[in-house]
């Protein structure tokens, strides 16, 4: 086949084709006596994985897949491949924990609590049933940060301080470390809220079941290019009938 021909089918230029191969996408193609590229089938395998990874891993990722399958090894692409399915795993956890914190947050402002301008840490820390020291802790690691007065010093929190406040503690009860619940106040906080947050939870599982099609696609397209054996040489998987 020539750049054109693997083009062709994914509407890429053949720029494209011998892009991918200079990054190492596609193993280096044969020449012909008069220097033009040869691509064989297995190459084409190659381009339609890599596109099908993409949108399951993102372009940097794919690259490295690729580059560590047509350099034989096996078992870097595989490990790779893994690590986007843990993160996906580890993204799922997290708007489950969201999910969960923002129809508690929902409840809470259906029948919202009378909250003190100012509200002071011992006051906040007895309404939670935490200690101030937890809240300091908080503070340290950006999870809740209240302005302080100007004359005494003191930490003085607004409703939205208490908003967030009671999101880590509910999520600190389920379980999780401060490092993953710093992300969800990040989200709630971008969002503008618990109202606005809850309508975008909608979008973020579409983009999760989105991505997470994208890997089964890809894993198929992938399994193609990768041989049983280990130790086979790359480019000569899968075994190809005579003429194609």
């Known amino acids: 086949m020539r750049p054109v021909d693997l083009a062709r089918e994914h509407g890429l230029s053949t720029q494209a084709v011998r892009n991918y191969e ?83 947050l929902a409840d809470r402002a259906a029948a919202p609590e009378a909250v003190p301008a100012g509200l002071l840490v011992g006051s906040l820390a007895h309404r939670l049933g935490v200690h101030p020291a937890t809240l300091r802790k908080w503070e340290r690691a950006g ?22 406040a009671r999101l880590v503690h509910q999520l600190r009860r389920g379980g999780y470390p401060l490092a993953q619940i710093a992300p969800v106040v990040e989200q709630i906080r971008a969002a503008g809220g618990v109202e606005a947050l809850t309508a ?21 397209a992938l399994a193609v290019c990768v041989p049983d054996d280990p130790d086979t040489a790359p480019g000569t998987w899968p075994p190809r009938p005579p003429g194609r």
């Open 22 to 104: 200079a990054d190492g996408v596609l193993a280096p193609s044969e020449r012909t006596p008069s220097g033009y590229r040869v691509y064989r089938p297995h190459h084409a395998d190659a381009l339609r994985a890599f596109l099908a990874l993409v949108p399951a891993h993102g372009h940097a990722t794919a690259t490295a897949i690729m580059r560590a399958v047509n350099g034989g090894d096996v078992d870097t692409a595989l490990a790779l491949v893994d690590d986007g399915h843990a993160r996906l795993r580890e993204d799922r956890e997290t708007l489950a924990a969201v999910d969960r914190a923002v129809r508690a």
């Open 143 to 164: 999870l809740v940060v209240p302005a302080r007065d100007p004359r005494t010093g003191y930490r003085t929190y607004t409703t939205a301080d208490v908003r967030d």
């Open 200 to 220: 975008a939870l909608a979008g973020w599982r579409r983009r999760l079941t989105a991505r997470g099609r994208a890997m089964l696609v890809a894993a198929a």
